[in-house]
């Protein structure tokens, strides 16, 4: 095999994402032939070379798997948590290959969550050039005002940046409604940040479809394998949300 990025062979081999690698090569856990290396751009080769992370050797996976899970409240989602929490690879004991979670849920969200250890693929769903379409159904403390929904498609400013234009739509007329959300980008806590923008607190917030795959039936906690024809819808929709991005 040719000699290639630490990065992409630890994202393969079902590691980590490869944005995750960088962090973990920085961090001095990863060898090679014995050797600590934390210069991203080092390569190697996983079959000739002996590439360990925390003294674990790697191997190529025998089979490339994709799992959508329903997360849990509480629960991290990390391959590790240095603080004890539960991950959600806490709910995979049945799952022989090693995989790693697609992009992120936080700490008290819930719902669909992807973890494969296809590292390419991995990497397309979670690049800021894909804007693969995610949806969540959200509780709120108060309904937005007219003029406020049409800003928050519009976009409104995070940190100094603009939000893309997002998917807005009311659920339930109620004290505390419950909204739809259509995100293309998803940056730390977005969508909590931007009702907080508007003065409204989230309560409860689960994600319900990335791209083509849905959570559907489900339950908190578990998960199930996609087909080959789940993988093959979700690749097209990448393709189909990069090729908007460019045109």
């Given at each position: ?12 081999a ?6 995750q690698?960088e962090k ?15 210069e ?8 000739r ?10 191997k190529?996976?025998k089979h ?13 989602t990390?391959v ?6 539960a991950?959600?690879?806490?709910l995979?004991?049945?799952?022989k ?5 697609v ?6 969200s819930?719902g ?10 991995a990497n ?7 804007h693969?379409?995610k ?14 929904e ?6 409104v400013?995070l ?46 917030l689960?994600?319900?479809r ?5 959570l ?9 394998y ?10 097209r ?7 908007k991005?460019?045109?």
């Open positions: 095999m040719p000699e290639e990025r630490l990065q992409k062979i630890l994202s393969q079902g590691v980590s994402s490869r944005r690698a973990i090569m920085l961090e001095g856990r990863v060898t090679v032939n014995g050797a600590v290396i934390t991203l751009g080092s390569k190697a080769d996983l079959e070379d002996h590439i360990k992370v925390d003294g674990r050797l790697l190529a996976p490339q798997i994709y799992i959508a899970l329903n997360k849990p409240h509480s629960t991290v990390t590790h948590d240095p603080e004890g929490r991950t959600v690879m806490d995979l004991h049945r799952v290959e090693r995989v790693y979670p992009g992120r849920l936080d700490y008290h819930e669909l969550l992807l973890l494969t250890n296809d590292g390419d693929l397309s769903i979670m690049s800021a050039a894909t693969l379409e949806t969540y159904v959200v509780k709120v403390t108060g309904a937005l005002s007219t003029e406020q049409e800003k928050f498609r519009t976009g400013p940190n100094g940046r603009r939000t893309l234009p997002a998917g807005l739509k009311l659920l339930s007329r109620a004290e505390n409604p419950w909204y739809e959300v259509k995100l293309t980008e998803g940056r730390n806590n977005q969508i909590r940040m931007m009702f907080k923008h508007f003065g409204k607190l989230v309560e409860k689960k994600r319900v990335i791209g083509p795959i849905e559907g039936s489900l339950k908190t906690g578990e998960f199930r996609l087909d080959e024809e789940d993988v093959a819808k979700l690749r929709a990448i393709q189909r949300s990069s090729k991005k460019t045109v």
